[in-house]
């Protein structure tokens, strides 16, 4: 079965300081990758998505970047965090097959992420 | 621009009653997905149905889409307060590699 895991659960860092998550997904090859962020009370925000190793596209100009240096490992990064990075960051696949993708997107449990 | 935007933004209602919400959208899509999100945690997938459909059911929720209209409807019936959660709608367009688009939700209330 298809499984995707997101870690940390909860991060508090200070303004200024380095951030890396991690997303990997088990049970399906050549997945397409996402990389959401949701503020308090507000739908979700796409900020990257990416089709295969090494390639990542950027949806808005931010202090972050991705990267996916595994077919399925999704890293979401920052060299120096602001107080607006604070949000809860989710990850989210859609399954890959023999003859291209399927449809459903599914999403990991998330990241809490607070700036001080 | 916006798609996928819910409607009502809060609906409280009592257990056993049923539940509409409904979503919009501007331009044409592939398919459009409903989610449910309980507080502070991640999105659980509900039904996705195909531009191509109309109707689907799933257990107690039943999805329609009227492409004509541009909007969708979620119905959960007989509800309990287990129901109680944020529900949003998303949206795929072609050529998109498959991105959502969300709206910001409907928060939903069951009471018991």
């Known amino acids: 079965s298809q499984t995707i895991h997101q870690w940390p659960a909860t991060l508090v860092q200070p303004v200024g300081s380095p951030l890396s998550l991690e997303c990997t997904v088990e049970?399906?090859?050549?997945?397409?990758l996402y990389w959401y962020r949701q503020a308090a009370g507000r739908g979700l925000q796409l900020l990257f998505y990416?089709?295969?190793?090494?390639?990542i596209s950027s949806e808005v100009p931010q202090n972050l970047s991705a990267s996916r240096p595994q077919d399925r490992q999704f890293i979401l990064s920052s060299k120096k965090l602001l107080l607006s990075d604070s949000g809860f960051y989710l990850c989210?696949?859609?399954?890959?097959?023999?003859?291209?993708?399927?449809?459903?997107?599914?999403f990991g449990p998330g990241t809490r992420l607070t700036v001080l | 621009s916006q798609q996928g935007e819910e409607d009502p933004q809060a609906l409280s209602i009592q257990e056993g009653e049923n539940a509409t919400m409904n979503c919009s959208y501007k331009t044409s899509i592939n398919n459009l997905q409903w989610y449910r999100q309980n507080s502070g945690r991640g999105l659980v997938h509900l039904i996705l149905?195909?531009?191509?459909?109309r109707e689907k059911h799933s257990g107690r929720l039943r999805v329609t889409l009227d492409t004509s209209k541009k909007s969708s409807s979620l119905l959960i019936t007989a509800s309990r307060a287990a129901d109680t959660a944020s529900y949003f709608c998303?949206?795929?367009?072609?050529?998109?590699?498959?991105?959502?688009?969300f709206g910001k939700g409907t928060l939903l209330t069951v009471n018991p």
């Open positions: 989210a696949f859609v399954a890959g097959t023999s003859g291209g993708l399927y449809n459903e997107q599914f």
């Open positions: 990416s089709v295969g190793i090494g390639q």
């Open positions: 049970g399906t090859s050549n997945p397409n």
């Open positions: 998303a949206t795929v367009h072609g050529g998109s590699n498959y991105k959502l688009t």
């Open positions: 149905i195909r531009s191509n459909e």
